[in-house]
């Protein structure tokens, strides 16, 4: 036995047998109140509360106030009993860093956090580096508006977690927001991992539903032919979502109708299929993909005023096609008011630009 394992074993035993503190063990055996604390109270194993889950570490965070505020132990006391070191104890009690206990805490679901969750679950991934101690989520995409609304949203929601969060401009051309928060990063992976959760977090139907919408859904507007009457129509519809997750494919056919919005899901892109893209690529489709649709123009009327798009330009086309339709019904001179309006260019609909005489 070495001579700090004999000082250890003497100092454990002065605790035990004689009741003493630390501090009057320091004294005694000339060795640092830290030392002689962490071998009295901790035995050296004290739990990494950052890689703990968030239910986990405020668990932890409330009990040790408690301790604090009820019984008046020290720091080393309180680690000893929850196994998580002194110092972290310290930053609980006196307030040093405790940015992340304060605002999980005071953090509550609220309408702009139901838009982040729509956004993120369309178009967000998640950031991780272990490394860096890194955690969070990241949109990218391709119209600032909806990275501008992400970001608003990201700011209210929440508010005093980190900084302000900016859209920036990345390399490829696409707008993203980065939010640096291990507490998001944590919810969005409980979510992956059991989606029921997902129904505690979104207090906003409507939010949630324009998150989702701008992020992967779109007006659908078409020439269409109507065999009954030998005629083409100017026929309107409106993806709200597709996506491989049944999952969110069934949650947002709930919300629609806790709004009184009909619509129906179906299989656009079967497993296997291959799909050409913009740029000539062509990709195969690991899963079965779904969409809600919704097709009754009063429903699409009704989704425009309750939800809408905040990328201004589907919300424009959305609101052109119904005022169209409002004026003109949906053949003859409709077809033709659209097509003075838009033109198809890659098989979408594009609105002509418009000019003013000076």
Known sequence: MNREEAIKKQAIKLHEEHKLGYIKISKILNVPKGTVARWIYCN??????????????????????????????????????????????????????????????KFKPNREFSYIVGAFLGDGKFIRSIRNREFGIELKVKDKDFAEEFARCCNIALDGIKRNYDVWLANDGRYKVRVRSKLLYQIFKKIRENFDEIKNLVLSP???LRGLADAEGSPLISVAYDSRNEKEYLKLRVRVVSNNNLGIINFCGTLLRSLNLKSTSKICVKKGSKTKLPDGREITSLHDTYEVIIQRFDDVKRFAKLVG???????EKLEDAINTIEKYGTHGKAIQAWKELYEKINNRWVKRPTFQLC
């Open 206 to 208: 409507e939010d949630f």
């Open 309 to 315: 798009f905040a990328i201004q330009r589907k919300q």
């Open 44 to 105: 050296n194993k004290f739990v990494k509360v950052k890689e703990l889950p968030v239910e986990e570490r405020l668990k932890l965070y409330h009990e040790a106030i408690k301790l604090r505020k009820e019984f008046g132990l020290s720091s080393w006391k309180i680690g000893a009993k929850l196994g998580v070191s002194p110092q972290t104890v310290d930053k609980w009690i006196y307030g040093k860093n405790k940015t992340c206990y304060r605002n999980v805490t």
